[in-house]
């Protein structure tokens, strides 16, 4: 079975440009989560959907940051414009059924190194 | 403030010693999760707990949860120097939904 992918792997941009990051949850599971770590920082918390819902963003830092999930499979964050502090790893992470969300393990991509220059 | 707080910051160790690490948090959890990253790579879960939970084994790799003083901690034993990595606790949250808070992780690295 497939687990969680992201693409790109990494993404170097410059300052005012836009960027689409993409992450593929494994097949069948309603919960997708994006979070971010930046330079050494803790592993911080942007949104949650389920299905193609957005059930809490409350951690996406400003407007620049635009996530979707389409038809409930695969999402995408978009960042326009990028600003230097948006630099870091971006990580994608999916989980069952919602009912089941608040107790089980969330699968993890291998994140997406982004750089902003 | 950040929920989870891991310490130490930074571990160095030998290959065959074991490693404890800890974690401490604020509110009310269904769970706490332990994760490693290795270097460059994604987030690899290696166990979780349920509050009602007091120690969990897996392999190598021992947890415990103490919900009275929100503290939970992990040993790593007879550690490999495979086992240097980004060790994260993050804990569920109660009634949010799966949503994940993390520590700012412990470095933990093994010599030879």
């Known amino acids: 079975e497939a687990g969680v992918t992201q693409f790109p792997s990494h993404s170097v941009i410059e300052k005012g440009q836009t960027v689409t990051l993409r992450c593929d949850p494994i097949?069948?599971?309603?919960?997708l989560y994006w979070y971010r770590r930046v330079m050494g920082k803790e592993i911080k918390f942007l949104l949650h959907?389920?299905?193609?819902?957005?059930?809490?963003e409350s951690g996406m830092p400003n407007n620049r940051f635009l996530a979707e999930r389409t038809g409930g499979t695969y999402s995408t964050l978009k960042v326009q414009p990028a600003e230097l502090e948006d630099s870091g790893v971006y990580f994608c992470?999916?989980?069952?059924?919602?009912?089941?969300?608040?107790?089980?393990?969330?699968?993890f991509g291998q994140g997406t190194r982004l750089t902003v220059v | 403030s950040q929920q989870g707080e891991e310490d130490p910051q930074a571990l160095s160790i030998q290959e065959g010693e074991n490693a404890t690490m800890n974690c401490s948090y604020k509110t009310s959890i269904n769970n706490l999760q332990w994760y490693r990253q290795n270097s460059g790579r994604g987030l690899v879960h290696l166990i979780l707990i349920r509050s009602n939970e007091r120690e969990k084994h897996s392999g190598r790799l021992r947890v415990t949860l103490d919900t009275s003083k929100k503290s939970s901690s992990l040993l790593i034993t007879a550690s490999r120097a495979a086992d240097t990595a980004s060790y994260f606790c993050a804990t569920g949250v109660y009634n949010q939904g799966g949503k994940l808070i993390f520590g700012q992780g412990t470095e933990l690295s093994v010599k030879p």
């Open positions: 992470a999916s989980s069952p059924t919602h009912r089941l969300a608040g107790n089980t393990e969330a699968f």
């Open positions: 097949s069948g599971h309603d919960n």
């Open positions: 959907f389920v299905k193609e819902s957005k059930q809490d």
